[in-house]
């Protein structure tokens, strides 16, 4: 994690680049029909966010609406892609080629928005010297060389938990610079070092909580069907 | 997304939700060491969370720990294996068997955490009768015979964005109750539905835009380290 220090320079603020690809996600489906501007209305009504706060996401990409009309579309799309930076192939090293490695490695969506993960490693000998959807798959030990060869910049953590640790220390000491944490262990890193957390299983988590409220609540009502309770 | 009505029954706030599945981790880890008791504090120190937010999301697990030792860690990992939802299998349909679609299907890992996707659907006809890790992939059309079999109660989302919504509401017509929504688009849907949205790509974003910002701060500084700058 990025102690508070390094957070106070952030120039753009979490939520705001996670909504941005909401929007961008949103004005290529009026490009792919044809539209040609879109005001920040249009996609604060679609998103379901405050129009202000649309208007105040967009004030951080290099763009101006015009009165009355809006955003053009094709700008629009272009400047959010490269702003927020998928329009560059950011190298990175997958470790951990283990079940969610692996499916990783065979996702080429990835690529597309500008993560090419050039290479996995693995602590297993038997894999060594694989490849999944032509993507090499090393044994660990030759990390540091690929690394001097490739210099990535950014790991990608799917090992198991006990080793979460030990390969977060070793990666960073080879030059990697970003970690894509997908293990639910909280890894501790120096703070010129960028985490970003993606726990799939807490966002389980969080779906099976809500699904077994909602269960519990519509047996207290005798049809067992939410639209039959009290308004 | 639920509104907020819906919001203001969850008993168990979202970040408790979230964190648990952190605590629970490194519980496991102690248990697997062979230790026996683990206390808030000490929790805490490894989350990097304050002891007493530890103390109070552990107060939503049925649980009480012992003045001094702290909790008994067997107990632990079982009351939050059970509270998260993972020691019950959820019974889930998959829509949108592309690059992430089939990733997410080779990921055994999911059922190990409670999401038992049994079968996978798409629109290519070439798709269906095949099968991946021994998940069938069926055509979109045998969905809603599928369901009346076996109703699933959990849709995994990774279609297109311009399909996003009509397979949310078609899926939903036929009686699933929870999504979870790996596309970027912000799918809307009934009031009695749970939604979990993970934009794999938003997280990418996030990092991307970290990356590059301590990149240009680096370059500020003579030798291009981070550690050489003034304190």
Redesign the interface.
Known sequence: ??NDEIKQ????P?PT??R???Y???V??LK?KGEAYVSSTQIAK???VDSSQVAKDLSFVNITGKTRVGYEINTLVAVLEDF???T?Q?KAFLFGV???G???L?????SQ???DIIAGFDTRRELAGTSIKGIPVFHISEFPACQKELNA??GVITVP??QAQSVTDHIISEGI??L?NF????I?VP??V?V?N??????????????????R??ENYSCGN??CKPQ
Chains 1, 2 share one sequence.
Do not use: C
Request: no cysteine; glycine share 6%; hydrophobic share 50%.
């Open positions: 994690m990025a320079i952030w120039k753009v979490e680049l996670r941005l690809p909401w961008l996600a949103f290529k489906l792919g679609e998103i379901n927020l930076g998928f560059i950011h283990g079940s969610l692996a499916a990783l065979q996702d080429s969506g990835l928005y500008g993560l910049t950014i938990v006990d610079k970003a894509w293990t639910p262990f909280r501790r703070r010129h960028v970003q993606t726990s799939m299983y807490a966002h389980l988590a969080v779906m099976f909580n809500r699904l077994n409220q909602l269960n609540r519509n939410e639209l």
